[in-house]
């Protein structure tokens, strides 16, 4: 469900006003608006990060206003979990919000969100679209905006045929917390669908439009805004106006190579089926697709994602119309990535590079240059402190444990380094919680029980110089890789419990 990208606008530009002062000396109506853009289960699937399958010219030209993080991690590799670290700043292994149900304000009533941060800055916040997880018996945290949120559907169909003549579906109860006590007795929706449609037909049509509204009403105010916009495709179900599928061939769309688990990895790593299962006519059991079926799942995600692109287009156009782009932080991410039956995985939920792999771009005028790449590894946690300073606010001391660092030092000098490796995690059934380094040639993976002895724990080791899918666990074979890696793992706090 959702990963990063940041954009900054090159020097040559018009700075923030006061961006010669010392930070936090400017009054609030001269700090930089800030317009978070999330998207959600978007792999870096797109023109700018090489993928020459892609149709996305609107994010291809923004990435060319600032910086790429080409080496952009989420947290976790799931929807909620994911914003959560985001908004919070915290891993999950710190919070112990690790799922889709987790409600925040019970676990950390105290907690401060980027957004409240802001909010007792001086800024205006609202939020539109999917910005929190709604569903799963999670209701989303309204105590983060300034503002009612604007929320509009992620399960949706425009065909009645798609959900057996207009029934409720499994993914739609879910994600509107109704009928949650019996799911699985009702119908699969469709996994995609592709009508004569407009782009307003879909939900990521109307949240687009009313980011414009939103636009034209700052334009008025003299106080600054933080705005969240969220966009669902490519999430499933895979519905987006057939134009946007029209601009596939599907036959040419890649379709998965490796469709194994990796060779002697641990089973607690592995999946198949989850989410994707839920819709229709995917396989209910664990067997192989039908290759007309890999790649009209294919064609739906590259459909999606340009659909998406086109939202943002919307966006970022008027933003521009409006002069506001001058003095705007725009920050493209990603909530996590997508296996699209690499593995044989066909969504997140994993360890891996494809789940958690993200896109980043980041634009903020008179930091950034343009056209500019990094590969300073970086992770979502790291965007609180980092959209903090850039707007010349204070270090956020909040009540959660803060587990990211500011990019700016990156954002200024793309070559600078402030860390050697991202971390994520996964839990699994039993209470396990696999922990991961990327560094930026490994990832290693240990598989544990938080305060279990380091004795039981199990271990994956991969190298991604030369292939970006994992093939063979070299944990038994490079023991000296492995122990570096165990060393900067044991810096880390002790997971806390699900």
Not at 66 to 83: I, K, W, Y
């Amino acid at each position: 469900m959702l990963r990063l990208a940041f954009i900054l606008i090159p020097a040559a530009c018009a700075l923030f006003p006061g961006a010669s002062q010392a930070l936090g000396d400017q009054p609030a109506s001269e700090r930089p608006n800030v317009l978070l853009l999330l998207v959600d289960d978007l792999k870096p699937a797109l023109g700018c990060y090489g993928d020459p399958h892609a149709r996305t010219p609107h994010l291809d030209k923004l990435a060319t206003r600032g910086l790429r993080f080409e080496l952009a991690f989420c947290n976790q590799a799931v929807c909620a979990p994911s914003r959560f670290t985001l908004m919070l700043g915290a891993h999950s292994t710190a919070t112990g919000l690790y799922g889709l149900g987790n409600r925040l304000r019970h676990s950390h009533p105290r907690a401060v969100t980027m957004p409240q941060f802001f909010e007792r800055h001086g800024y205006r916040t609202e939020s539109m679209g999917k910005i929190f997880h709604i569903g799963h018996g999670n209701e989303g945290d309204p105590e983060s905006f300034s503002v009612p949120h604007f929320h509009d559907k992620v399960i949706e169909y425009l065909d009645p045929a798609s959900t057996e003549g207009g029934k409720l579906t499994r993914e739609e109860a879910y994600f509107t917390n109704q009928q949650l006590n019996r799911i699985h007795s009702l119908p699969r929706g469709a996994a995609f669908e592709a009508p004569e449609a407009r782009d307003e037909d879909y939900a990521d049509g109307r949240v687009a439009a009313e980011a414009v509204k939103r636009l034209r009403a700052a334009k008025k105010r003299r106080n600054p805004f933080f705005m969240a916009v969220g966009f669902v495709r490519p999430h499933l179900p895979f519905s987006a106006p057939r134009k946007y599928w029209d601009q596939h061939d599907s036959s040419q769309l890649p379709l998965a190579r490796d469709e194994d688990h990796p060779a002697g990895s641990p089973k607690i790593a592995h999946k198949r089926g989850g989410e994707i299962a839920m819709y229709s006519p995917v396989p209910r059991r664990n067997e192989d697709y039908p290759v007309e079926l890999k790649r009209k799942l294919v064609h739906g995600y590259y459909a999606s994602v340009s659909y998406m692109d086109a939202q943002i287009g919307k966006v970022i156009a008027e933003l521009d119309r409006l002069d506001l782009a001058r003095n705007t932080i725009i920050v493209v991410w990603g909530d996590h990535g997508f296996h699209l039956g690499d593995l044989g995985i066909w969504t997140k939920h994993t360890n891996y590079e494809q789940a958690n792999r993200i896109p980043l771009l980041l634009v903020a005028p008179g930091v950034t240059r343009a056209d500019t790449v990094t590969r300073q590894l970086a992770e979502s946690v790291d965007l609180f402190p980092t959209l903090a300073e850039l707007a010349g606010l204070p270090a956020p001391e909040v009540p959660q444990p803060l587990s990211g660092k500011s990019l700016v030092p990156v954002l200024k000098d793309p070559a600078r380094r402030i860390r050697d490796h991202a971390f994520h995690c996964y839990p699994r059934k039993g209470g396990v919680i696999g922990r991961a380094i990327r560094t930026e040639r490994y990832r290693m993976v240990e598989w544990k029980k938080p305060g279990a002895p380091a004795g039981t724990a199990q271990y994956e080791l991969y190298d991604y110089r030369g292939h970006p899918v994992e093939q063979r666990n070299l944990a038994q074979e490079q023991g000296e890789v492995l122990a570096r890696l165990k060393g900067i793992l044991a810096r880390y706090p002790e997971a806390v419990g699900r």
